[in-house]
């Protein structure tokens, strides 16, 4: 079963594994029969969707459960729904063929949407956008375990849109 859930309000202070670890707790808690593992510690047989930053809103992340038997999705969300924290929504169920790729293997991008307030107008957002998609590279430094690299931060975008007061970057 594919389940879409949203991060909302005070929920996107709590980081991926803590979500982890609430949808974890429904599941069980819902009865949700969920398939393990083999082995000497089994595992649910549950995959999350890449990581959205702490402190940001989202409303399409993701989790796979390989479950036992066919159960009803839609009951399983209603009754998960209730052992979820405030901020944390079932928001969609869909259920898929096990024979199909894995979660992260299926998804190709994500959009974000930033939102500016303020003096900022739509013209200068499109000004910016459109110098900014006029560029071949825009080199960024990243350290990581303590090594920079220079990452070329034009390469990881695809397309960008200005709606309003805001920027929408996939």
Do not use: W
């Not at 089994?42 to 969707?49: A, G, H, I």
């Not at 052992?83 to 944390?88: H, Q």
């Not at 063929?97 to 499109?126: C, K, P, W, Y």
């Amino acid at each position: 079963i594919l389940f879409r859930f949203a991060k909302l309000g005070r929920a996107v202070h709590q980081s991926h594994l803590d979500i982890r670890e609430f949808i974890l707790r429904a599941m069980r808690l819902s009865g949700l029969p969920v398939r393990y593992s083999l082995g000497n510690t089994p595992r649910p047989k549950v995959s999350f969707s890449p990581a959205c930053p702490t402190g940001i809103e989202s409303e399409a992340e993701y989790f796979e459960v390989d479950c036992n038997g066919r159960p009803d999705g839609r009951a399983c969300a209603e009754t998960m729904g209730k052992f979820l924290p405030d901020g944390v929504f079932i928001m969609n169920v869909e259920d898929i063929d096990s024979s199909r790729h894995a979660l992260n293997h299926l998804i190709q991008s994500m959009t974000f949407q930033v939102t500016f307030s303020g003096e900022t107008s739509e013209a200068t957002l499109r000004e910016k956008v459109e110098r900014y998609l006029a560029t071949d590279t825009v080199p960024v430094c990243v350290k990581r375990k303590s090594k920079p690299r220079v990452l070329d931060a034009r390469a990881c975008i695809g397309e960008v849109a200005v709606v309003g007061k805001a920027v929408q970057v996939q």
